[in-house]
């Protein structure tokens, strides 16, 4: 790593010290980035383990990407033989740690996976729940994708929720066609978008943070226990700089153009109470209009960590999607 490189890290690794006090984060942050020892193993592990990260036969590579806003931290699991790769955004509130049975469905399948912690969330640096812009999203997908696209496998970028609008905004930014791209439950408008922007317009200047709401996104009862009682890397408060963020990202994107060379999955439960999803259909569809659309009935935003029946129509989905694309 080149000192300046080197230097940048320890400064952005510094600031997410301060930001987490419970000592098991700052442990893993440390382990993550120190040379290899018997007791930073040990601190690797408890990571795996408490996030059911642990599969068998598979190779972990760990890293913090930087840039000049950001180190975030990149999880790079491999089963052996794999010759696609599936790169991993997730959604707003959440983190890399929590999507194990998404890892272990695709790694048994021979996919390998590189999950990454956006600005803000997770492992990574960056306002905790906040954002400048979504363009900051857009250059961490960059940072990864150079990373993982040169090693001459075929790449798959696959997003939940936010996840999908940094995607996006990756393509449109950086003019970056990649041969497959899947969106789950994808994020345009959030749920009653008027009301939302309505009340930032009237709040939003004087307040900056707001209490988390404790809201049912999937029937995974053991998921909803564990990110609000349990996972020291959860999240208590919404910073509402997201959401002008958010509002802004929408006035631009109805500019952007007409996307007709990038193959486009797209999957969304008709019970979704997060995002706006008819619109987002609609507004995805005009943008790439030969996007494939998947509408599973009944099913919440949550559907990668839903229930294993409902979960594992999607992984079914995105994995005949995938084959469709390497055929």
Not at 29 to 37: N, V
Not at 66 to 87: G, Q
Not at 203 to 218: A, D, M, N, W
Not at 275 to 299: M, Q, S
Request: with cysteine; hydrophobic share 40%; charged share 20%.
């Amino acid at each position: 790593m080149k000192l300046k490189n080197f230097l940048l890290l320890q400064f952005f690794l510094f600031i997410s010290f301060k930001l987490y006090s419970n000592e098991r984060i700052s442990n893993w942050i440390r382990a993550f980035t120190s040379p290899w020892s018997y007791s930073n193993q040990d601190i690797i592990k408890d990571y795996l383990e408490f996030y059911r990260l642990d599969f068998n036969n598979v190779a972990h590579f760990f890293s913090f990407l930087s840039n000049e806003s950001y180190s975030v931290f990149v999880h790079e699991i491999y089963p052996s033989h794999a010759d696609t790769t599936i790169i991993f955004f997730h959604g707003y509130l959440s983190h890399s740690g929590l999507f194990s049975d998404f890892y272990q469905y695709f790694l048994e399948r021979g996919f390998g996976i590189v999950s990454v912690d956006l600005p803000g969330h997770g492992l990574s640096s960056g306002l905790r729940t906040g954002i400048n812009d979504f363009l900051e999203y857009a250059n961490v997908v960059k940072l990864v994708y150079d990373k993982v696209a040169t090693n001459g496998k075929k790449v798959v970028l696959l997003g939940h929720s936010t996840g999908c609008a940094a995607i996006y905004e990756f393509i449109v930014h950086y003019n970056v066609y990649p041969k497959k791209v899947i969106f789950v439950a994808p994020l345009v408008r959030l749920i009653l978008w008027e009301l939302a922007t309505t009340g930032y317009n009237l709040f939003g200047e004087s307040v900056k943070e707001l209490p988390r709401l404790k809201r049912k996104t999937t029937r995974n009862e053991k998921y909803i226990d564990f990110i609000f009682n349990r996972d020291p890397l959860g999240y208590e408060k919404v910073h509402l700089s997201w959401f002008k963020a958010a509002y802004i990202w929408n006035q631009r994107i109805l500019k952007y153009p007409v996307i007709t060379n990038v193959s486009l999955s797209i999957i969304q439960g008709t019970s979704d109470t997060v995002v706006d999803w008819k619109y987002n259909i609609n507004f995805l569809t005009n943008k790439f209009p030969y996007a494939r659309v998947f509408l599973l009935k009944d099913v919440e935003h949550e559907i990668l960590i839903e229930e294993e029946y409902i979960r594992n129509k999607c992984f079914q989905i995105i994995e005949q999607e995938i084959k469709d694309f390497r055929e």
